[in-house]
């Protein structure tokens, strides 16, 4: 046996372990080897010497009775749960997913917002109240399109100045009520657009061809600054 | 090993006067091995108390047959310990081993040599050593064969000797 081999069994032999006789052979004969051995044996005599003049510090009383009641709770719960436990999962399920789709609108709602949104309450000739955002600073943002009875309006933002925003309106009245299969864009196709200046905070009116007026007011809700 | 599973069956039915006493009898020395692996008073503190309080929390994993109470508690602590280094050893590596709690004297040649070995080799050094686990019971904190304890005993044995004796310079070998 080479001391290479030797000396893993050198070390298995301070810590009382059997080792091979060939092992034990070599290492009886082998000066080296015995003095590695002596060398293995003096640094766990040193390092054991080491660790007993160090203080053993004393340690916290802890009250495990109270630890137990505080940290099982919820297991507790789980434990005697009503519903089955794969509905109970099921549910968490269904909380993280709902977490996360929120998460994600919020993220790419902030992406998007580049600023102020303008919120537009309208107040329809038959007196119900609506209402919608449009993104001040998005030339591509949808514009507020409804429609009630046989009143239906499109408004979009052109411009901001200070505060009054101008708004293209498009109305039209007298829409036939099998008009809401067919898409928004036809149902305005071919009525004109008219400009006004809506001043935030003041009601507009935008008058219609014989049915009323709509009635716009209008607030910014600024997302950076929430 | 029968008063081990006495020991456990009481902490497996919640009997905080039971773990209570494990955990006096083990604590100071789980905290001590800690402290020499992490090289932190305050980081073995934390390290010891979390061991202690997962067992207390979720007694489960220990097996009587496989080896003792004592090295399934130092098992759960070195892997505390080895997760802790993961994440910290790189900051504390270079600084060394913080010898707080221990007076000048015994800040030895030794100790200082060994809080340069790396964390697995210190640990299973400490073990060994100071300890004095059995190669069956550091096979099953490893979570290793006894074949490779041995080695790896050897492995720190030679890296300890290499560090603290190096300037020494070594001897001759024959074969």
Same mark, same amino acid.
């Given at each position: 046996?080479?001391?290479?081999? %030797? ?27 015995? %003095? ?79 600023? %102020? ?49 101008? =708004? ?31 001043? =935030? ?26 | ?7 456990? #069956? ?20 789980? *905290? ?9 008073? *305050? ?35 070195? #892997? ?96």
């Amino acid at each position: 046996m080479k001391c290479e081999e %030797a000396r893993e069994f050198a070390s298995a032999l301070c810590d009382g372990e059997t080792i091979p006789r060939s092992a034990a052979e070599h290492i009886g004969r082998c000066e080296v080897c015995r %003095a590695r051995l002596k060398e293995f044996t003096e640094i766990g005599a040193e390092l054991r010497r080491v660790a007993s003049l160090e203080t053993v510090e004393q340690v916290k009383v802890r009250d495990w009775q109270g630890i137990r009641e505080a940290t099982v709770w919820w297991r507790k719960g789980w434990e005697t749960v009503r519903v089955p436990r794969f509905v109970f999962a099921l549910l968490l399920v269904v909380v993280v997913a709902l977490g996360s789709d929120l998460l994600i609108m919020r993220t790419r709602a902030q992406g998007q917002s580049q600023g %102020a949104m303008l919120v537009l309450t309208t107040t329809l000739p038959d007196g119900h109240t609506m209402m919608c955002g449009l993104l001040l600073n998005s030339s591509k943002a949808a514009p507020c399109e409804a429609m009630e009875k046989e009143f239906a309006y499109a408004l979009r933002v052109i411009a901001k100045d200070g505060n009054r925003v101008e =708004l293209g309106a498009r109305i039209r009245t007298n829409v036939f009520w099998s008009a809401p299969v067919v898409p928004m864009d036809s149902l305005f196709k071919g009525v004109e657009e008219h400009q006004y200046w809506l001043e =935030l905070g003041q009601e507009l009116k935008i008058p219609s061809s014989g049915s009323g007026a709509l009635v716009v007011t209008g607030s910014l809700l600024d997302r950076n600054q929430q | 090993m029968a008063d081990d599973r006495r020991v456990w #069956k009481c902490i497996c039915q919640g009997d905080a006067h039971a773990f209570d006493a494990f955990y006096r009898d083990n604590a100071p020395r789980l *905290q001590e091995f800690l402290r020499h692996i992490v090289g932190s008073r *305050q980081v073995a503190e934390d390290l010891m108390q979390e061991t202690f309080t997962q067992i207390w929390g979720r007694p489960n994993g220990f097996h009587a047959e496989r080896g003792t109470l004592r090295a399934y508690l130092y098992g759960i602590g070195r #892997k505390r310990a080895a997760e802790w280094w993961r994440t910290n050893g790189a900051i504390k590596q270079g600084n060394g081993v913080d010898p707080a709690g221990c007076s000048t004297e015994t800040v030895s040649a030794v100790n200082e040599a060994f809080a340069q070995l790396p964390e697995g080799q210190r640990t299973l050094l400490w073990l060994r050593e100071v300890e004095g686990q059995s190669y069956a019971e550091l096979a099953e904190i490893f979570e290793i064969p006894i074949g490779t304890v041995r080695s790896r005993l050897f492995g720190a044995r030679e890296a300890l000797r290499t560090i603290w004796q190096g300037p020494r310079g070594g001897s001759k070998e024959n074969s």
